[in-house]
Nanobody, 121 residues
């Protein structure tokens, strides 16, 4: 009912930048929080990177504060993650998540398929 599609991942050198995008589609009446999570390696739990509320309040993991910026375009149900000053430890699969109010008058946590980010020389 709700699909998320990410784009923008890839290979970048340390110190470089990438911008991730995630668009939500389907039966969506509204979206509360939208966020980015990452999974760095097997055996390590997926971690929150950044989240933004429908009103624009932002929260970040300590490890990315000052380097990453999350934003959203509510009319297009799209969320972005601008990643600057990338470090090798930022290498991970990045996943988009949206809390969507959908059919059946219920909230649904929808996830994207993930986009890989590799920071390496």
């Amino acid at each position: 009912q709700v699909q998320l599609v990410e784009s923008g991942g890839g290979l970048v050198q340390p110190g470089g930048s990438l911008r991730l995008s995630c668009s939500a589609s389907g039966i969506i009446y509204s979206i509360n929080d939208m966020g980015w999570y990452r999974h760095q390696a097997p055996g390590i739990a997926r971690e929150l990177v950044a989240v933004i509320s429908s009103g624009g309040n932002e929260n970040y993991a300590d490890s990315v504060k000052g380097r990453f910026a999350i934003s959203r375009h509510n009319a297009n149900n799209t969320v972005y993650l601008q990643m600057n000053s990338l470090k090798p430890e930022d290498t991970a699969i990045y996943y988009c998540k949206a809390q969507a109010f959908t059919s059946g008058n219920r909230y649904l946590d929808a996830w994207g398929q993930g986009t890989p980010v590799t920071v390496s020389l």
